[in-house]
């Protein structure tokens, strides 16, 4: 009786799904034809249900390479289908980023997100993930008024060339224990988690190892957790099917996690910090732990990737570190070595700051951006109906040979102002200067470009000035190879030999 009873049920579930998956094509067949009655832009054939998802993971290629490929057929505005609901169009030129993000910013600037992002945002009321209005207005305001002001950022200078002086010792013993080996990687994540942390709960924040450590492994599961595009990220039905709620479960014990982690630190903050900001808006404690989570996630995971970035393509380009050795060894007003690259010197090191550019130009931390169109509107003459998700390839931008010669290849000189190179010889500057989009540009631009190019800058800056960057085994250099997770990382994380230099 009860094999029969467990037979009866286990068919009642498969005729329910059966059931919840013909309607949900049904649905999606619906749609599309409606969909299909607009002039949308060329692209791939699409497969029922799933789209274009297949096609844009074949060969195990991440997504802003499968999109550039396939713009090469299809041109620089193409849709795509990321599942069998609604058309995606992606836009593959500067121009067309520089229409949507600026010239046409009212009509384009919501955002289009998966569904289950809605877990750790509480519901998308967080900067980034927010619609624009008169709430993301109030945000950003007092994000930039109260945290990433130049003068902020400028107050914050001591401590942060003391965090770096404390990683330079680090890696220095790790070297000593290792054979000159060194992973520089965990240890860039956690001195920016110290950095952010300041902002976010004020200048006297204690930063103990521990809720460093903590935080970081919260971060770094939100990383794995976003990852890849998955079936739970397409259908929100999937969180009430076993074998396919495990994204869902795993979102909502991190959420838990997270409030463990930040709650208790809010009744501590200082005046004048991000979460005083926030709490004084009649925001719930819950909206503002997301919101300080958030830029965690930005500062940490952009910064410490795109710095492991500039030292491995330093390690590759010999030539590069010796410009950037040269720049910074430049001796203080006392005739001496300077044994530490202070934040105020930063403007002075043009080099360096190529070195930071080049990086983010060549693995741009954010290779693909979502948007979605607030109203009905046109691009480059195309209707495009309120809602319609839209996905900038800033990867396909920033490699683009029409507008960077040799994009290819690590070319720091490309920025400088005085350009002996050559490299800029034949290049439309200005086409250069709004191809620049890694931080987004117009509104709904990153609030903190000029924190992150500072800390990338002045830890560059010191790293090569205080030791020699190699491959750990001779003759062999970093794997540059990519992988896409919440961030455009590093798939072999950087190992090197480091050997300290003599003063």
């Known amino acids: 009786m009860e094999i029969l009873m467990d037979q009866s049920g286990s068919s009642v579930w498969m005729i329910t799904v059966a059931a919840a998956v013909v309607l949900i094509g049904l649905s999606a067949w619906k749609l599309k034809k409606q969909h299909q009655q607009q002039q949308l832009p060329p692209g791939p054939k699409t497969v029922p249900l799933i789209g274009n998802i297949l096609e844009l993971g074949k060969g195990g290629e991440l997504l802003h ?162 990852g890849h595009i998955r079936l739970a990220d397409l259908f929100e039905f999937t969180r009430y099917v076993p074998g396919l709620w ?69 390690i590759h380009n010999k030539d590069v570190q010796e410009k950037v050795l040269k720049e910074v060894m430049c001796k203080n007003e006392l005739g001496e070595r300077r044994r530490i690259v202070r934040v105020e010197e930063l403007s002075e090191m043009e080099y360096v700051q190529a070195v930071a550019k080049e990086t983010i130009r060549m693995r741009p931390i954010a290779p693909v951006m979502p948007h979605k169109a607030a109203r009905d509107g046109e691009l480059k003459g195309v209707k495009v109906k309120g809602g319609t998700p839209v996905l900038m390839n800033f990867h396909a931008v920033l490699h683009d040979d029409k507008v960077w010669r040799e994009p290819n290849r690590f070319m720091p000189e490309r920025f400088l102002n005085n350009n002996k190179s050559g490299v800029g010889v034949g290049v439309d500057v200005e086409a250069m200067e709004r191809s620049f989009v890694s931080f987004g540009v117009g509104r709904r631009s990153c609030p903190g470009m000029e924190l992150a190019k500072i800390q990338i800058g002045v830890t560059v800056a010191n790293l090569v000035n205080r030791f020699e960057w190699r491959g750990a085994v001779e003759g062999e250099l970093p794997d540059l190879t990519e992988d896409l997770t919440f961030v455009l990382m590093m798939k072999t994380p950087l190992v090197a030999r480091i050997l300290p230099r003599s003063y």
């Open 246 to 314: 495990g994204p869902f479960k795993e979102s909502q014990n991190l959420k838990a996690r997270i409030l463990r982690l930040l709650s208790p630190h809010l009744k501590a903050a200082t005046p004048n910090c991000y979460s005083s900001f926030l709490l004084s808006k009649g925001l719930s404690e819950e909206v503002v732990v997301f919101n300080l989570y958030e830029l965690y996630e930005l500062a940490v995971d952009a910064t410490s990737n795109t710095t492991a970035w500039a030292l491995a393509f330093i």
């Open 65 to 226: 390479v499968s999109l550039t490929k396939l713009a090469n057929k299809y041109g620089e505005m193409m849709t795509v289908w990321f599942g069998g609901f609604e058309p995606t169009i992606v836009a593959t030129s500067h121009e067309l980023v520089w229409e949507i993000m600026v010239s046409k910013a009212n009509d384009f600037s919501d955002r289009s997100l998966p569904w289950l992002t809605k877990i750790l945002t509480c519901n998308w009321q967080t900067l980034a993930t927010c619609d624009l209005g008169p709430y993301w207005h109030m945000i950003r305001k007092g994000l930039q008024s109260t945290t990433l002001n130049h003068q902020t950022i400028m107050a914050q200078t001591q401590v942060q060339e003391s965090d770096i002086a404390h990683l330079l010792t680090s890696l220095d013993q790790e070297a000593l224990s290792n054979n000159g080996i060194v992973k520089p990687y965990p240890k860039l994540r956690k001195l920016v988690v110290r950095l952010v942390s300041r902002f976010c709960f004020g200048p006297d924040f204690p930063n103990d190892d521990d809720f460093v450590d903590r935080l970081d492994s919260t971060l770094d599961e939100s990383i794995h957790q976003s």
